[in-house]
């Protein structure tokens, strides 16, 4: 392993402007890479932007998902650092409903504790002093560290920071193929959708971050990657019901989470698997189940006005025989073809959530550093990220 | 969007193309039918014909919840964000881009010259939170905080007649932006932020329309923020008038 | 229903909206602040058009009585007494609205202008009709 890239510049090309995309583009400009990005929309707009905003703290996993929790709540506090002032950090409650609920609060709470989320009980009344909103009927209640984020401008800092260190971001250019030849891929086809000009893209190695659409671009260099498409209905209401992120507490479910989002309340989600991520629809019984199940936390939100009901797709990893897309996991991989398929030159991030963007770049970019045979470690953990509002510098 | 067979109906979208290179002078138009439900969204529309007519077709939109502010534009000549604007009812819909602002590509305008101005009025992006009554902060939390309502989204500035015809104007939003660090400084000394504003291509170039606060999707205020603003501006000036050989 | 491509580069759909200070007399679209800002601006140029013309009409002193008074038997046609009304209107609108502009402007009554500017044009719409009253019956 030597410190310096094998030729200089080392050009990246990342397909998908999410952000994980961007995330990546920042940690391979801290290293020493050239990298170019290429997004067929405006950044963020595939699925990155539609979360309902949740900075995990992890508390959703830590029972049957150890991995993603403990992920999650590392995360959290990078970001926190990395990403200081962009988000509402007012804390979560989990709260128990009904007698089955506080029948599992005793193993979230220890599953909490054991993945390093730091947890606290709370009564019913002091959950109702917190958020007077919340059903009457609560039985009890516990924070943890959640917090809202910005589903669009979180991502937007580290894309404005690649930028401004010298990435390419190119929004609105559509890959229309890779550049293969002999299982070794040398780069990409684009369309720039503002002019309809076709170029070639020649790099040394070829990402593809596009989420649930990572199976088509890896299609078009004879390379299989097990990703399933699996939406979710978000329903977002007028009024700002709580201001602490609201859980119900009990295995994973529908409807089971309400964040506010400036004057608004994101109810979320539901779960089923799709093929194509461009076609996900949005069941209007899934989002009659955002309100009931909302109802159950925050009756207020039964009657609230509707602002907005749409689906978004996770890239769930896991067989392609899966059901319902919550028995997948919910942690992310990196696929380097030339070990899965034989193609060189191409590797797959995929998977994760949008809290843990930055580790998922991390785990690519050190792939990528093995692979090429370089040291060159990551700097993301303490960098700070430039605002949001870098990236549109003139 | 999920159009069932009973509850769809055809509706034609007219929308604007424009592709680099083209003569801005000459407008052009593309008419497309599209099948709607009672819920479907111009956002939903422009995203169906992206998919199944032309892939061609650029737009902004990230969020699908009026939290992003990516997606405006002007629909039947009113702006508004797409995601949350339903596909009228009607013959035709046109759908073209926000004004005021130079366009990139179809409905994508450049918002570089949004955030030049807004930038400059250095706002942060978290505000301390409106008490929601009788609410408490939880054990280790210092002050109950949530995110500014500006989405900065463009409709002020695209419906604002003064930026119409001037571009120099800095506009209501980076104006908004201003006042809520003079409203709320969070550390940051509002003094060279109003000074910055109290200027002619700032604070004093509105005429009063009042179209961006009717307009803006999230209750910003802009028309309100300005005088507040135009009020701080003047009562600095009289006090500087006033004070004889003092510090300021 | 299958989605259609209908046609391709039609070069216009409806009146586009008017940019620059062109764009400031365009009402489509407007709420009431518009409205009231497009006033301002119509009420504002007739007062200057007005001023004008006053002068000129003044000018006609200078021309001696003969043609001062073939002058004001057509300033007391009727014709010419409506306008005297429109005269009126316009100055009480402009006025009244200048003052909330005023008020508004300086950031007094900022949440308030909605409300001002129904009361400008209700006060100047009934001031405006006893001052016609007024004119019309030879006062």
Known sequence: MTTTLPRQPFHVAIVGGGGTGGALAHDLILRGFRVTLVERGEVTSGTTGRHHGLLHSGARYAVKDRESAVECIEEREILGRVCPGSFEENDGLFVAITDEDVAYEPLFFESCLASGIPARRVSREEALRLEPNLNPGLKMAVQVPDATMDAMRMPLRFFASAKAGGATIRPWTLVTELLVADRLVSGVRVRDLTNGVEEEIRADLVVNATGPWAEQLAVMADCDVPIRPSPGVLLAVRGRWCNMVVNRLHPSGDGDIVVPQRGLSVVGTSSWVVEDPDDLGVPEDHVERMYAEGAKMIPGIRTAERRAAWSAARPLIGSKDAESGRELSRTFKCFDHRETDGVEGFVTISGGKGTTLRAMAEATADMICRKVGVEAPCRTREVVTLPHTAYYAA | ?248 | ?139
């Open chain 2, 1 to 248: 969007m999920t159009v069932t067979a009973a509850d769809a109906r055809t509706t034609r979208l007219v929308v604007s193309r424009r592709k680099e290179g083209d003569d801005p002078g000459a407008l052009r138009y593309d008419t497309f039918d599209v099948a709607v439900g009672p819920r479907t969204t111009i956002l939903d529309a422009l995203v169906a014909i992206r998919r199944e007519l032309d892939p061609t077709l650029t737009f902004r939109h990230s969020c699908f919840h009026a939290s992003c502010g990516t997606c405006g534009m002007r629909v039947d000549g009113r702006e508004g964000l797409a995601c949350v604007t339903p596909v009228p009812t009607g013959d035709e819909v046109v759908v073209e881009p926000l004004g005021n602002l130079p366009v990139v590509s179809d409905l994508v305008v450049d918002m570089d010259v949004f955030y030049d101005d807004f930038d400059d009025a250095g706002r942060p992006l978290v505000r301390s939170s409106e008490k929601i009554p009788g609410a408490a902060k939880a054990e280790g939390i210092d002050q109950l905080e949530r995110y500014e309502d500006c989405i900065e989204c463009g409709i002020c500035l695209s419906v604002c007649p003064v930026a119409g015809s001037d571009p120099r104007y800095v506009g209501p939003a980076a104006l908004a932006a201003a006042w809520r660090v003079v409203e709320e400084p969070r550390g940051l000394d509002p003094g060279p932020v109003v000074r910055l504003m109290d200027d002619e291509q700032a604070a004093w170039r509105c005429h009063l329309a009042w179209e961006c606060t009717e307009a803006c999707p999230s209750g910003v205020d802009p028309a309100a923020a300005i005088m507040r603003l135009r009020r701080s501006a003047a009562a600095a000036r009289a006090r500087r008038l006033f004070s004889f050989g003092g510090t300021r």
């Open chain 3, 1 to 139: 229903m299958a989605s259609t491509i209908v046609e391709r580069g039609r070069p216009a759909a409806g009146p586009a909206r008017r940019r620059g200070v062109l764009g400031w007399f365009d009402p489509r679209g407007r709420r009431l602040g518009g409205l009231a800002f497009i006033l301002n601006r119509l009420t504002g140029i007739g007062l200057v058009a007005y001023l004008y013309l006053h002068l000129l009409i003044l000018s006609m002193l200078v021309q001696g009585p003969d043609a001062w008074d073939d002058f004001v038997d057509v300033a007391l046609s009727p014709p010419f007494l409506a306008l005297d009304v429109l005269l009126l209107t316009g100055m009480l609108v402009h006025g009244l609205n200048g003052i909330r502009v005023g008020l508004v402007g300086l950031g007094l009554v900022a949440s308030r202008q909605k409300a001002l500017f129904i009361a400008a044009l209700v006060i100047a719409a009934f001031v405006a009709l006893v001052g016609a009253l007024r004119i019309f019956a030879g006062e």
